[in-house]
T-cell receptor
Framework: GDSVTQMEGPVTLSEEAFLTINCTYTATGYPSLFWYVQYPGEGLQLLLKATKADDKGSNKGFEATYRKETTSFHLEKGSVQVSDSAVYFCALIRTNTGNQFYFGTGTSLTVIP | KAGVTQTPRYLIKTRGQQVTLSCSPI?????VSWYQQTPGQGLQFLFEYFSETQRNKGNFPGRFSGRQFSNSRSEMNVSTLELGDSALYLC????????????FGQGTRLTVV
């Protein structure tokens, strides 16, 4: 079945460090891929998305490229800030069976000054 | 534009009781999905409603049920509560169709004692 495998956390980085959170997926067909972020006590917020192979999603300095050949959608940011501390979820949705998301387990990121 | 509204934010119930959670989607959105989030199992899909019809269902027991009204508002009901039902329940709203991004509410934190 469909699934998402995400890099285990927690991850602790110093401010201005480079961030990579790995995400790979298994899915039939051609899913759309997403990164969501969750701040303490909050719901999930959409960070970025990509709907087809080789698409690059980007937002707030974060980027991820849909790689069909490696079934990956790794999240990157060149210089993290303290305010980026949160839990990040990789997710996929199939484009033909309704709006059912498959989420990874989440990666907790803490950025220290 | 108002976001997704979930009520109540917090609930404490006793084992064996039942509970109803409410979700008001973004205006114009016709798809509402429900997810259960726990530290052990992560984010798990419960069900999706689209135009008052259940379109997808996850692997949860029949104690978990839902419905959607003509104004797209949705309710989720859990009967005969168990301790393991303690979780954050998240509602997600999507515009239309399939495979589109979802916007999440802040969730309802249910504690079963």
């Amino acid at each position: 079945g469909d699934s998402v495998t995400q890099m285990e956390g927690p991850v602790t980085l110093s401010e201005e460090a480079f961030l990579t959170i790995n995400c790979t997926y298994t899915a039939t067909g051609y899913p759309s891929l997403f990164w969501y972020v969750q701040y303490p006590g909050e719901g999930l917020q959409l960070l970025l998305k990509a709907t087809k192979a080789d698409d690059k999603g980007s937002n707030k300095g974060f980027e991820a490229t849909y790689r069909k050949e490696t079934t990956s959608f790794h999240l990157e940011k060149g210089s993290v800030q303290v305010s980026d501390s949160a839990v990040y979820f990789c997710a996929l949705i199939r484009t033909n069976t309704g709006n059912q998301f498959y989420f990874g387990t989440g990666t907790s990121l803490t950025v220290i000054p | 534009k108002a976001g997704v509204t979930q009520t109540p934010r917090y609930l404490i119930k006793t084992r064996g009781q039942q509970v109803t959670l409410s979700c008001s989607p973004i205006s114009g959105h016709r798809s509402v999905s429900w997810y259960q989030q726990t530290p052990g199992q992560g984010l798990q899909f419960l069900f999706e409603y689209f135009s008052e019809t259940q379109r997808n269902k996850g692997n949860f027991p029949g104690r978990f049920s839902g419905r959607q009204f003509s104004n797209s508002r949705s309710e989720m009901n859990v009967s005969t509560l168990e301790l393991g039902d303690s979780a954050l329940y998240l509602c997600a709203s999507s515009l239309d169709g399939v495979g589109t991004e979802a916007f999440f509410g802040q969730g309802t934190r249910l504690t079963v004692v």
